[in-house]
């Protein structure tokens, strides 16, 4: 596989709950990166860190919430989500955040009833 | 208008099939021209990597770049069933200097069916 590996692969939760996605990578990256992928739309970055300091927010609500402990972990905490979040949440590293070659986890098929 | 403008597909191809897959952007400042393929139910793979403007093989891969158009393509030579996936293209500007995080902008991605 790609070294980026994502956990659960599948998620449903009620929009009252709150659930942690976990991202690791095993590449040695210093940067890491969350998107969201929704049908027919491109992929959206959502965060980006970078030797674990975060370097971006796009304007992310606040319901997302990431955690970045160390270089090789990455979590993204949801609560009070709405349906319009479900989508694919996929992470990627890369070497540092001005590496342009990102390697994308499997990622987790959120859905939110 | 979009950054990145990709049309998603479906396209269809008998196996054997030479296919053209195109982006075309806005922004001129990009400089750096990525291609990932995803398979359904995957996470992107980097297929193809190219900076400024030129043509790049690997395989049966060709990648394109005319910065002077604003037109990046895809050329998949010989297609194989196993080809089918969704194709991404994604550029960057110039990470260097600006304090620019090296932020992808993705098209949408088309999606390709081989057929046997």
């Known amino acids: 596989e790609t070294g980026v590996t994502q956990t659960p692969r599948h998620l449903v939760m009620g929009m009252t709950n709150k659930k942690s996605l976990k991202c690791e990578q095993h590449l040695g990256h210093n940067a890491m990166y969350w998107y969201k992928q929704s049908a027919k739309k491109p992929l959206e970055l959502m965060f980006v860190?970078?030797?674990?300091?975060?370097?971006e927010n796009n304007s992310v609500p606040s319901r997302f919430s990431p955690e970045c402990p160390n270089s090789s972990h990455l979590f993204l905490h949801l609560h009070t989500l709405q349906p319009e979040d479900s989508a694919l949440y996929l992470c990627?590293?890369?070497?540092?955040?001005?590496?342009?070659?990102?390697?994308f986890g499997q990622g987790t098929r959120l859905t939110v009833v | 208008q979009k950054e990145v403008e990709q049309d998603p597909g479906p396209l269809s191809v008998p196996e054997g099939a030479i296919v053209s897959l195109n982006c075309t952007y806005s922004?001129?400042?990009?400089?750096?021209f990525m291609w990932y393929r995803q398979y359904s139910r995957k996470g992107p793979e980097l297929l193809m990597y190219t900076y400024s403007s030129g043509n790049k093989e690997d395989g049966r891969f060709t990648a394109q770049v005319d910065k002077s158009s604003k037109y990046i393509s895809l050329f998949i030579r010989d297609s194989q069933p196993s080809d089918s996936a969704t194709y991404l293209c994604a550029m960057v500007a110039s990470p260097s200097g600006s304090g620019n995080t090296g932020k992808l902008i993705f098209g949408q991605g088309t999606t390709l069916q081989v057929k046997p």
């Open positions: 922004n001129s400042a990009f400089q750096y």
């Open positions: 860190y970078n030797f674990k300091e975060q370097t």
């Open positions: 990627a590293s890369s070497r540092r955040a001005t590496n342009t070659e990102a390697f």
